[in-house]
């Protein structure tokens, strides 16, 4: 089965990110289901599928499933591009797809999915932590770093809530060191965000900005840190 699911995912990947220029996305978009180059995608679908499958047509049942679907999914996603976020629709498309792929595999040779391992107090303190150090790490910063104005710093160019996101990210990024226990990593990461934030550091006309930024990121480690300690103390009581 997972040899299978292994080589349509790579079949999907090769015709959606390896052999699709980047001149027939945008032909795609502008002429929808009239492109020709979305034909010529639903082709280089094919062939990888046959490819990877090393010419067994004894899988032919997914060499009509999956190219059919994947051009009914991506006329859908064509026509909604103009009424919906890119980003949503990437990802509703990519998740279409992987469905049909699990469905193709599941005809071929057919699995069970038990929904109780999803509640199993394992994943879910999984999932607790993840939400932990995320949104509700970003929530605990921003009330108690609220209390210092630095409207003065803020004038200018900056992506929209990248500093929310480069957050979220290292806090991700320390959790999983942790508890793969590499915590040599942490320190890899405090090191090489110190590298890239020595130039507002320099730049700053007095210790606020300087304050400010190290406040953050300690809060940012801090927590992280203290999440991931949690997650692996609650799991060994768990598993006892």
């Not at 803020?154 to 226990?181: C, Q």
């Not at 590298?195 to 900005?209: E, M």
């Amino acid at each position: 089965m997972l040899a299978l699911a292994i080589k349509l995912i790579l079949a999907h990947l090769i015709g959606d990110f390896i052999f699709q220029p980047n001149k027939w996305v945008l032909h795609k978009e502008t002429h929808k289901h009239k492109s020709k180059y979305l034909y010529w995608h639903i082709l280089v679908h094919l062939v990888a599928l046959i490819v990877v499958l090393q010419f067994e047509f004894k899988y032919w049942l997914a060499l009509v499933i999956i190219p059919i679907s994947h051009y009914v999914i991506d006329v859908i996603k064509l026509h909604l591009m103009p009424k919906l976020n890119n980003r949503l629709l990437f990802g509703l498309d990519q998740m279409a797809h992987l469905l049909i792929i699990a469905l193709v595999v599941r005809i071929y040779q057919p699995y069970v999915i038990d929904i109780n391992t999803l509640f199993t107090p394992q994943i879910l303190l999984f999932i607790t932590s993840l939400l932990c150090i995320t949104k509700v790490s970003s929530i605990i910063m921003k009330t108690i770093i609220s209390k210092w104005d630095l409207s003065e710093y803020t004038k200018e160019a900056s992506l929209a809530d990248a500093g929310a996101y480069i957050g979220i990210l290292e806090r991700l990024f320390v959790f999983m060191f942790i508890i793969t226990n590499h915590w040599e990593g942490v320190g890899f990461l405090i090191a090489a965000k110190s590298v890239f934030r020595f130039g507002d550091l320099s730049k700053a006309k007095d210790r606020k900005l300087t304050e400010y930024i190290l406040i953050g990121t300690l809060l940012s480690f801090g927590l992280a840190i203290a999440f991931g300690i949690s997650y692996e103390y609650i799991l060994t009581l768990i598993e006892k």
